[in-house]
Structures are given as C-alpha cells and as structure tokens.
C-alpha cells in the first residue's frame, strides 16, 4: 500500500430526489491569497505595543535622582514598607 501526502482531485457531485448524480469536471475556482485587515483599535494597539517594547527598561531620571538623595543622606527606607513588599512578592511567585 502506496501512502502519500497527495489528496485526489474531488469531482463535484450534485444531490436530487432520485440520489447522487456526478457532474464533469468543473474548473476548479480561483484562488486569492489571504489577507488580513486590522481595525484601527488593533493598528493602535499594535503601535502601543511596538512602543513599549522600544522603551527602556531603566527609568533613569529617577535612578538619578535616588542617588543624589543617597549622596545628600536624605534617602531614607521605610521598612516596613520593604518588608511588606518583599513577602508580597515572594508569597505571588511561590504558586506550589
């Protein structure tokens, strides 16, 4: 037994009261090539996207400006806050 990947040719059949009636072949009809539109919320969408993803990663204007208050002695962490934060985020990524 031959198998292969080919699919025979389908000739068209049409259907009547008194069963099926084959037809002679018919050309086949014509193909387009797919296309896709994009709704302007999408095309805005994709832009945003596009975007984001150019942007850095690092805001640096107020990494500049933490140091500057590192420097002057006036940056001072509010523990708690930390704390709380960093169990926050360990209790979110332990999904177990």
């Avoid at 000739?11 to 014509?30: L, W």
């Amino acid at each position: 037994m031959d198998i292969s990947n080919k699919i025979p040719p389908v000739e068209p059949t049409t259907y009547n009261r008194q069963g099926v009636q084959k037809t002679s072949k018919a050309t086949p009809p014509t193909v387009k090539g797919d296309r896709v539109e994009l709704s302007d919320q999408a095309r805005e969408l994709q832009a945003a996207r596009e975007a984001i993803r150019k942007m850095d990663d690092v805001d640096h204007e107020k990494v500049a400006r933490i140091k500057a208050r590192i420097a002057a002695g006036t940056y001072k962490v509010d523990a708690e806050k930390a704390a709380t934060k960093m169990l926050e985020d360990s209790l979110i990524g332990d999904k177990s």
